[in-house]
């Protein structure tokens, strides 16, 4: 299983532009059981085939991205191939890339699955260590939204993240400041950010303290040139 992900890895750099027909293909629709439970199956057909269409696109955005940043790491030597051989022979760096990969297919958006897959490839491609910092990005964005990525993204490129963000500084570059609360609300949730201390004055809505986690994020959806899509999301 370990030299069958690493060859996976190295050869879907080649084949990216064959990747929207490998997924088509492993994705079967389920087939008829009998020919008289036709009133049954066919709902039934219908919302499978709704499930696999969304399984597919999510697996397609990861894989996508996996290539890329394959890519972006140029991993083509025997030395490399080697490298993560040993590395994934550590059962808990294989078990995390698999957990990567299932993320990717059950996170709630498509944006994720993209960032997940950048996340996989760079993580497999550079053998980095697994840290409670890896597991808490890996389970803050399969939970994100496409808006809640899109205010996330909004909020990072306008922001001064060396102090306390409050949205209630920053009304007049962002449209509805309470999904923004709410956003940033999921975010400290998720851990990904720090809720900001008391004051005397109180604490404002929509603030927080900024993190090394929230940065590496913003960080990789640059990378995977999805920036651009975000900060346009709800236009």
Do not use: C, W
Request: glycine share 2%; aromatic share 14%.
């Amino acid at each position: 299983m370990n030299k069958d992900l690493v060859e996976i890895s190295k050869n879907i750099i080649k084949n990216i532009s064959e990747i929207d027909d490998i997924v088509d293909s492993y994705f079967d629709p389920i087939k008829d059981l009998t020919d008289t439970a036709k009133d049954l199956f066919t709902p039934i057909k219908l919302v499978h085939s709704l499930y696999t269409y969304n399984k597919k696109r999510k697996f397609k955005s990861f894989l996508k991205a996996y290539a890329e940043s394959f890519n972006y790491n140029e991993i083509t030597s025997i030395e490399d191939s080697k490298r993560m051989y040993q590395y994934l022979e550590n059962t808990k760096n294989f078990n995390f890339i698999n957990d990567i990969i299932e993320s990717s297919i059950n996170s709630k958006s498509i944006y994720g699955s993209m960032i997940l897959g950048y996340f996989a490839g760079k993580f497999l491609s550079e053998t980095l260590k697994i840290t409670f910092k890896e597991l808490i990005i890996v389970e803050g964005i399969k939970e994100l939204n496409d808006y809640e990525l899109s205010h996330f993204i909004k909020i990072y490129s306008i922001a001064d993240l060396s102090k306390t963000v409050s949205i209630s500084n920053y009304k007049e570059e962002i449209q509805n400041p309470y999904l923004f609360e709410l956003t940033i609300s999921k975010l400290i949730q998720l851990r990904l950010v720090e809720e900001a201390p008391f004051l005397s004055s109180g604490k404002p809505k929509g603030s927080f303290i900024s993190s090394e986690i929230a940065e590496e994020i913003y960080f990789m959806i640059k990378d995977t040139y999805i920036e651009t899509e975000l900060l346009n999301y709800e236009v």
